[in-house]
């Protein structure tokens, strides 16, 4: 991961642990809607800086999910980097997320430059997992589809990524919790369905080079494999 100023508020809820759960007066609010909101709020902050925007993750590919789901958004930026467009990114995703309701603080943002998503410099916020995300399956809501610029990490670099990620998150307490399920419950549906599905999901990249979608990953990789293991509690967290 590449260290801009924002990076950690950038990131949403990806890695807190217990966030809040959606409620019934917040039902009305749609994943769809805080994308529209973001790009338009982004598009006039950041001005003729932003070429194009995508919709990665969930709401792109399926199985979006009020109660769980984060709310991802993918910006591609006119190049050079500047040493400002992470703190000036910050201020209008946290413009967003101060709208009042749950998905609106679920907002996640990725971004870079045409170079920095080709290999050729360094900076913004797109790690490899992402990056594979919005080529196979990011949905173009603003501007011309670039994509075909943006270099694919190969599955060595995928690898080493979501082992990295599984460190940050996955180790410590959280080994902790599944140990004790009883401890895991009550951090909410949302984070333990997220450290259930995780592993599968890296499985699934290690194995394929792809990304990891829960359908993909869970239903059709890992609880098709012969004795696989906890695959009652991956079904019950698919669902």
Not at 223 to 229: D, E, G, K, S, W
């Amino acid at each position: 991961m590449h260290g801009d100023p924002g990076l950690g508020s950038l990131r949403g809820h990806h890695g807190e642990r217990w966030a809040p759960q959606t409620s019934a007066d917040e039902s009305s609010t749609t994943g769809e809607a805080v994308l529209a909101e973001a790009v338009r709020s982004l598009q006039e902050g950041m001005g003729d800086r932003l070429v194009a925007a995508y919709a990665p993750g969930s709401l792109a590919h399926g199985g979006f999910s009020p109660l769980v789901s984060d709310v991802d958004l993918a910006l591609i930026l006119t190049d050079p980097i500047r040493s400002t467009d992470g703190s000036s990114l910050l201020r209008l995703v946290e413009g967003v997320r101060s709208a009042g309701s749950t998905l609106h603080e679920r907002l996640s943002v990725f971004w870079g430059t045409p170079s920095s998503l080709g290999g050729q410099t360094t900076g913004g916020r797109f790690p490899p997992l992402d990056r594979l995300c919005l080529l196979e399956h990011g949905r173009l809501l603003l501007g011309p589809d670039i994509r075909q610029g943006i270099a694919r990490p190969d599955r060595i670099t995928l690898l080493v990524a979501g082992a990295e990620f599984a460190l940050d998150f996955l180790a410590g307490d959280t080994v902790d919790q599944v140990r004790q399920p009883e401890q895991l419950l009550t951090t909410g549906v949302r984070w333990a369905t997220k450290v259930v599905l995780f592993p599968a999901r890296f499985l699934f990249t290690a194995a394929t080079g792809e990304e990891g979608t829960n359908e993909a990953a869970a239903a059709e990789h890992f609880l098709h494999r012969a004795n696989a293991p906890a695959g009652e509690l991956v079904s019950a967290a698919l669902g």
